[in-house]
């Protein structure tokens, strides 16, 4: 019988364009950092060059000391086409997980615009966890006074289940487990010198 490795979260690449999506993004990659003690890597890709130094600024700004007490940091940003980009970063840092938000684009939407989620998903080098717009942070359901008591304060980000985290025990777990497995797939298909 084989013994089990462990799977180890040690790089984390939040991407970021700087939507509400992003942000929530942002908190579970966040949060899943301070889980794993990884180091997190907020990421954005800007248009052009004349766009770089704004996007600098606002990454800066966006992601303050408060947040991030205890994590450590890095903030880049690139140029170019987003998804290739955040391929091209994941390969070069070596990235363990990506976290993105999506903007739930549908029909000709997403035909038109494209989706980086998707792209980013098919061609990743490591495990993609996708933060959708229907899932609530930190929203609380419009209820009568008498009932706000049974409010949750908080929901996990990755089920949208109520959770005193930002991402729930079952849902880090999973994470954790789907990593797992795909080291063990790539290691076997490095024994066996097969594509996975």
């Known amino acids: 019988m084989t013994a089990h490795r462990t799977f180890a979260v040690r790089e984390i690449l939040a991407a970021t ?3 509400a999506q992003s942000s929530q993004a942002f908190e579970a ?3 899943l950092a301070d889980h794993f003690g990884a180091r997190i890597h907020v990421f954005h890709v ?3 060059a004349s766009e770089q130094e704004i996007a600098k600024a606002k990454l ?4 303050t000391a408060e947040q991030i007490e205890g994590v450590e940091v890095v903030r880049s940003v690139s ?8 391929m091209k970063y994941a390969q070069r840092e070596k ?12 029909g000709f939407a997403r035909v038109f615009k494209g989706s980086v989620a998707e792209a980013v998903v098919r061609t990743a080098p490591c495990q993609v966890l996708t933060i959708g717009p229907k899932v609530p942070a930190n929203e609380k359901a419009a209820v009568p006074v008498h ?4 409010i949750p304060e908080t929901h996990c980000l990755v089920c949208a289940r109520s959770s005193p985290k930002t991402i729930c025990d079952s849902c880090k777990a999973y994470i954790q487990g789907e990593a797992i497995e ?7 298909a490095g024994h066996r010198g097969l594509p996975i």
């Open 29 to 31: 990659a966040l949060s």
């Open 79 to 86: 140029v170019g086409q987003a998804a290739a980009e955040i």
């Open 182 to 188: 795909r080291k063990r797939r790539e290691e076997q």
């Open 17 to 19: 364009d700087f939507s």
């Open 95 to 106: 990235i363990d997980l990506i976290v993105l938000g999506t903007h739930g684009r549908s």
């Open 46 to 48: 800007a248009a052009d």
């Open 147 to 150: 009932a706000v008591a049974e």
């Open 60 to 63: 800066e700004e966006a992601v």
